[in-house]
């Protein structure tokens, strides 16, 4: 069974700039979950994905926004970073509408 | 909205010990799920435990065990026999009908040799 996987591991981008994070949902899992976790805090909710639809949103500005593909895995893109952007972002997947979420490793943004 | 708090910043305890951690959590919903995760320093976020919330009996899961209190909404983590590679952030979440974790802030436990 795989796991989740995300890419890529460090990012360093500029303010302004835009960026795409990747991220491979565990084998039989059709749901997805970003999560921002700013340094020292606990995670917050992006939003979620099932059979490539947005299914709930968290307080995040539409500058946030993802996909899923047909093959479950999904990307978050991020436009017009701010420096408040910087953090570790992850994934999560789970089975349709299954409670119990497993995370990815996490993928560290740096905006300067 | 739910709300989950985490009033213990920091704990230690010595190796072979036992130790809890402190969760309680706001909700209006009555069919919920509550989690412990740990996140070591490699940063990956590891589910420890699960609870659901219409069972009375209180997860185990080896050495790690719950105190489930729906009606007091409180939900506390018991790690027994303490071990060095448990040295981590455990953080507690909570999951209600629309399946997104809400996150309390965080405990940072150190065991000590």
């Known amino acids: 069974e795989t796991g989740v996987t995300q890419s890529p591991t460090h990012l360093i981008k500029t303010r302004g700039q835009q960026v795409t994070l990747r991220c491979s949902s565990q084998?039989?899992?059709?749901?997805v979950s970003w999560y921002q976790q700013a340094l020292g805090q606990g995670p917050q909710f992006i939003f979620q994905?099932?059979?490539?639809?947005?299914?709930g949103r968290g307080n995040f500005p539409p500058r946030f926004s993802g996909l899923q593909f047909p093959n479950y895995s999904s990307e978050l893109n991020v436009n017009a970073l701010e420096l408040d952007d910087s953090a570790l972002y992850l994934c999560?997947?789970?089975f349709g509408q299954g409670a119990e979420q497993y995370f990815g490793p996490g993928t560290r943004l740096t905006v300067t | 909205a739910q709300t989950v708090t985490q009033s213990q910043p920091e704990m230690s305890v010595q190796e072979a010990e036992t130790v809890t951690l402190s969760c309680t959590y706001d909700?209006?919903?009555?069919?919920?799920?509550l989690f412990w995760y740990k996140q070591p320093p490699s940063r990956q976020m590891i589910l420890v435990i699960r609870?659901?919330?219409?069972?009375?009996q209180n997860a185990t899961e080896n050495r790690f065990s719950v105190n489930f209190q729906k009606a007091a909404k409180s939900f506390s983590l018991k790690i027994s026999d303490s071990q060095l590679g448990d040295t981590a952030m455990y953080f507690c979440?909570?999951?209600?009908?629309?399946?997104?974790?809400?996150f309390g802030s965080g405990t940072q436990l150190t065991v000590l040799p």
């Open positions: 999560a997947s789970s």
């Open positions: 084998s039989g899992h059709n749901t």
């Open positions: 994905y099932y059979r490539e639809e947005e299914n």
């Open positions: 909700t209006s919903e009555n069919n919920y799920y």
């Open positions: 609870q659901e919330a219409y069972k009375q």
């Open positions: 979440a909570f999951a209600g009908s629309a399946r997104q974790l809400t």
